[in-house]
């Protein structure tokens, strides 16, 4: 089967930095996204990884290793805004279909 | 339009009847794409549109289920019969272009169906 797993939730306070970490097992990779999603809200996009390394957007990074089918979200200089549900996704064939994790509920504490 | 948007944004129905949900892409996406979220989980696949058709339907959970997307731009997502187990977020997205290279999706607010 498909799967992706991350952890169910992470608390840390504000100004601080954390790692939510993705490890995926999927028939087909092309490529790891997080999208970010606050209650009751749509998801957005935040990164995207196709190739091994670290893409940097801001405050917010994203890692891959294809060799160990694993990830990284980083977000540093945490700020309440952040606190949200985060969801790694695979695209898993050339379709364009995203495979989600189960998310990792964020909460930013002052 | 400036993004994806949806309609209803809550239904509630009762147990075995049919209910349409609708979503509007963003003007010149040509992928569109259906996500079912229940409470506190991840997003599962539905079905995905290239233009009109349909490559991957492999995510619909039984033939209740059914998608339309006409004029390369409007959608309609059909259950029919509906069962409490359908109670879920059903959320649309849309991308310019879905093969190939990574192309971002830009998801709309959802419909909560609620099935009494």
């Known amino acids: 089967g498909q799967s992706l797993e991350q952890p169910s939730e992470v608390t840390a306070v504000e100004g601080a930095i954390v790692q939510i970490n993705c490890t995926y097992q999927t028939s087909g990779f092309y490529g790891l996204s997080w999208y970010q999603q606050h209650d009751g809200g749509a998801p957005t996009f935040l990164s995207y990884?196709?190739?091994?390394g670290l893409e940097e957007t801001g405050r917010f990074s994203s890692f891959l290793s294809r060799s160990d089918s694993y990830g990284y979200l980083l977000l540093q200089e945490l700020q309440m805004k952040d606190s949200a549900s985060y969801f790694c996704a695979v695209k898993g064939n050339q379709g364009g279909k995203l495979i989600f994790g189960q998310g990792t509920e964020l909460s930013v504490k002052p | 339009g400036a993004g994806v948007s949806q309609s209803p944004s809550n239904k509630v129905t009762e147990k075995g009847k049919d209910v349409e949900l609708r979503c509007d892409p963003i003007?010149?996406?040509?992928?569109l794409y259906w996500y079912r979220q229940s409470l506190g989980q991840g997003l599962e696949f539905l079905i995905y549109?290239?233009?009109?058709?349909?490559?991957?339907k492999s995510g619909l959970p039984s033939d209740r289920f059914s998608a339309e997307r006409t004029g390369g731009s409007v959608s309609t997502l059909t259950i029919q019969r509906t069962q409490q187990e359908d109670s879920a977020v059903y959320l649309c997205?849309?991308?310019?272009?879905?093969?190939?290279?990574?192309?971002?999706?830009?998801f709309g607010p959802g419909t909560r169906l609620t099935v009494l």
């Open positions: 003007s010149g996406h040509t992928a």
């Open positions: 997205a849309s991308s310019l272009v879905g093969g190939g290279a990574f192309n971002e999706q830009f």
């Open positions: 549109f290239q233009g009109n058709s349909a490559p991957d």
């Open positions: 990884n196709a190739l091994d």
